[in-house]
């Protein structure tokens, strides 16, 4: 691929902005030395305003997504897009966030530009893990962890009973509840359906992969060992 439709699918410009990039010294490599459109480089050489490019496509990212922000790009408050740069909206291929948490909902959130990957992720096939952490208005009564764990449980309005899922009690009205699939607001309706409710919820693990140390709307990229611990058991 040429130099300007590589940077200009990266989402720093038109074809046309990059052009004048090139034209204007601000594309060179690592070394400082000026690049023209048409030069054959190493991709990690490559810098505009002598900061490396941005990952290629096949970019994974993760971000502890705080609360009050949505997981949309048409939503009018505040999205999930909003947090990273500007240019990363306008990749190609494009960036998306793989499944959505929630606006009131916190906690690990995976973006990616390979849709292979993104479907692989959200399969029920896959039986990826999600782990999330919350705390409850009332005391858990103790029959709860059976209920999820049947295998049975019928959502409101769903034709399917939900796979079993496993609840960890940590306290009165905190646990922990691992679930294999990503029904629509599925951790709180579950709550509902055993007659609770959820006043907050963390998404701290999706497979073998977690947040770490990452504060509250921070992201960063994702290595290949990374994702596949995502697949981890």
Same mark, same amino acid.
């Given at each position: 691929?040429?130099? $300007?439709? #590589? ?6 410009? +038109? ?18 030395? !000026? ?11 490559? /810098? $505009?305003?002598?900061? @490396? %490019?941005? @990952? ?19 939503? @009018?408050? /505040?999205? !999930?897009?909003? %947090? ?12 998306? +966030? ?8 916190? &906690? ?10 993104? *479907? ?40 399917? @009973? %939900? ?7 940590? &306290?009165?009205?905190?646990?922990? #509840?691992? !679930?294999?699939?990503?029904?629509? *607001?599925?951790?709180? /309706? ?6 609770? *409710? $959820? ?6 693990? !999706? ?12 992201? /960063?990229? #994702? ?11």
């Amino acid at each position: 691929m040429k130099l $300007v439709k #590589l940077i200009a699918n990266l989402g720093y410009g +038109s074809r046309k902005d990059v052009t004048q990039l090139f034209r204007s010294g601000r594309i060179t490599d690592a070394d400082g030395e !000026v690049l023209y459109a048409d030069d054959v480089v190493a991709y990690e050489t490559i /810098r $505009v305003d002598d900061e @490396p %490019l941005d @990952p290629p496509p096949g970019l994974v990212l993760m971000m502890n997504k705080p609360l009050g922000v949505t997981c949309s790009r048409k939503d @009018p408050g /505040r999205v !999930v897009y909003d %947090l990273l740069p500007p240019r990363y909206n306008v990749r190609s291929p494009v960036l998306s +966030s793989v499944g959505r948490l929630d606006r009131d909902t916190s &906690g690990l959130l995976l973006f990616t530009d390979d849709g292979a990957l993104l *479907h692989r992720i959200i399969s029920p096939k896959a039986q990826v893990t999600k782990v999330y952490e919350a705390t409850l208005a009332q005391d858990l009564r103790g029959d709860e962890g059976a209920l999820f764990a049947s295998g049975t449980l019928m959502l409101e309005t769903e034709k399917e @009973p %939900l796979a079993p899922a496993v609840l960890d009690v940590w &306290g009165p009205r905190h646990a922990r #509840l691992t !679930v294999t699939e990503g029904r629509y *607001h599925q951790v709180r /309706r579950m709550f509902a359906a055993a007659g609770n *409710h $959820v006043e907050t919820l963390q998404r701290i693990s !999706v497979g073998g992969l977690t947040l770490g140390e990452l504060p509250p709307g921070e992201w /960063r990229a #994702l290595a290949a060992d990374e994702v596949a611990q995502i697949f981890a058991s």
